[in-house]
């Protein structure tokens, strides 16, 4: 079993959509949580981090649940400029050491 | 602020040619890591360097060495290159910790044939 799972997608969805997508990780000493964001053929960069209390960031809302081992992220009206693949990543071990999802597809079309 | 420098950006090697990718950090990290992504498979470690001087193995290490150099450079050397390393090549960096995010690289996109 993967560390880290997350559903593939691809989610595809119109301007203004409302989509969830959820992330789970087998490892319950993970310490950091985060949500990554890559652009075709371009590097992963950081969307945010999640925190136990959840965060939000404009748009994006991020939750955690430690008691159940999963991340959440919703994305709230969604623009065609979200279009992406989105990465959770989880640290864990003495070096916390990044580990990444699949990632999950994202198409917003008109 | 350049963050991480990854070169090449691209390659082609024949199988059996060895080739070396370079990385270079300038945020004072401690933490770097190699990954190689895959389509349908997402990034995997390949090697990390928790701090200067030190280095281990992660997911999928065989085939692969690296040197830690100094604080701020962490190569990956492919000794005799085959098809299955065909992948994309990325170059990461951290605080130690691991609270902060991990800054990337823009990538090497390597063929082997």
């Known amino acids: 079993r993967k560390e880290v799972e997350q559903d593939p997608g691809p989610f595809n969805v119109p301007e203004g959509a409302t989509v969830a997508f959820n992330c789970t990780y087998s490892?319950?000493?993970?310490?950091?949580f985060f949500w990554y964001r890559q652009d075709c053929r371009k590097e992963p960069k950081l969307l945010m981090s999640v925190y136990s209390s959840g965060n939000e960031d404009g748009r994006f809302t991020a939750q955690l649940n430690r008691a159940s081992q999963y991340i959440s992220l919703l994305i709230r009206d969604s623009k065609l400029s979200d279009s992406a693949t989105y990465l959770c990543v989880v640290t864990s071990g003495g070096s916390y050491i990044p580990t990444f999802g699949r990632g999950t597809s994202l198409i917003v079309h008109p | 602020n350049a963050g991480v420098t990854q070169t090449p950006k691209f390659q082609v090697l024949k199988t059996g040619q060895s080739m070396t990718l370079q990385c270079a950090q300038d945020m004072n990290h401690n933490s770097m890591y190699w990954y190689r992504q895959d389509p349908g498979m997402g990034l995997r470690l390949i090697y990390y360097?928790?701090?200067?001087?030190?280095?281990d193995k992660g997911e999928v290490p065989n085939g692969y060495n690296v040197s830690r150099l100094n604080k701020r450079e962490f190569s990956l050397r492919l000794e005799s290159a085959a098809p299955s390393q065909t992948s994309v090549y990325f170059c990461?960096?951290?605080?130690?910790?691991?609270?902060?995010?991990?800054?990337f690289g823009q990538g090497t996109r390597l063929t082997v044939v």
């Open positions: 490892n319950s000493a993970s310490q950091s």
């Open positions: 360097s928790a701090s200067e001087g030190t280095t």
């Open positions: 990461a960096s951290s605080e130690a910790g691991g609270v902060g995010e991990a800054f």
